[in-house]
């Protein structure tokens, strides 16, 4: 292929996959081809299914970024029964009956679970704790705390009611563990629940239904079925706001050189960081992605410095 393979794939993971599985089928799968390195951004659980963002070649430096992008989520949850996994992967704790809820009740009880709030991540998940993984320490039976980290729930709406199944649509920032607000959920109502079925329906401005199925990557249809799906690193950031830097700049930037917020100005009418993009822009030549910078803001007004956070060869 000569040039080396960077960008993103939108992969539609299926039920009972790890998002490392899926990882290792597209490697498979563009064996041969040049492509340096293979990740994703965003773990799904086994059970759950949906929209899993796979890293290619330098499409790993976007990691962060991708990962900060907000989420939707479809999630069933089943009340009347917890476990301590918070889904169904778990022991059960607890069970209680159900009382008949309306849909107006569930929605009234789920909506003050939205907006800006801390959220302590499930004891069950991969973070880490003092450098290794939670849910290795929860197995073991080892006592730990966890620090509680912000995060927003932009909105959570009941799509259905079949007691004692509730079906609802969560839009929420990345790091957001939806069993928790599943689990908070049931106890607001009374019974308890776990999060039966989770599918991540988006991530930014990337949807499912754009997605290749999982089941579908395989060696022997690799490049046929994915290279045309590639989405390169200048599109795999769409609402971050970019600035097409000159030739002789753009070179110097290549070799990790720092652009001062001057000569940035010099060679475009942008006029400063706004929109989205979280106070990061991306520099770019001929459609080509150069690197992402950081926008710190300094002392007085209209004052900031670009810092550069990932640079692409």
Known sequence: MGRSIDGILLIDKEEGET??????KVRSALAGLDVKKVGHAGTLDPFATGLLIILLGQGTKLSPFI?????VYLATIRLGIETDTMDPTGQVIRTSSVPVLSPEQIQEKASLLVGHREQVPPIYSAVKY???????????????????????????????????????????????????????????????????????????????????????????????????????????????????????????????YQPAWEELKKVSDFSGPK?????????????????????????????????????FS
């Open 67 to 71: 990962m900060s992008e907000s989420k």
């Open 130 to 256: 003092k450098g290794t993984r939670a849910y290795r320490l929860a197995r073991k039976g080892i006592k730990f705390d966890l620090q509680s980290k912000k995060i927003i729930v932009h909105s959570l709406s009941i799509l259905s009611v079949d007691l004692p199944h509730v079906t609802m649509e969560v839009r929420c920032s990345g790091g957001t563990y939806v069993r928790s607000l599943a689990a908070e959920l049931g106890r607001g109502l009374g019974p308890g629940a776990h999060l039966k079925s989770l599918r991540r329906l988006g991530s930014g401005s990337f949807e499912v239904r754009h997605a290749v199925s999982s089941k579908e990557v395989s060696p022997r249809d690799g490049w046929h079925l994915l290279g045309d799906r590639i989405i390169s690193l200048s599109a795999a950031l769409p609402n971050m706001m970019e600035l097409e830097v000159e030739k002789g700049l753009a070179e110097k930037v290549r070799h990790g």
């Open 275 to 311: 929109g989205h993009g979280d106070g990061h822009l991306k520099l770019v030549r001929d459609g080509d992605l150069l690197a992402i910078v950081s926008i710190e803001q300094g002392k007085g007004p209209g004052h900031s410095t670009p810092r550069l956070e990932r640079v």
């Open 19 to 24: 998002s490392y599985w899926v990882v290792k």
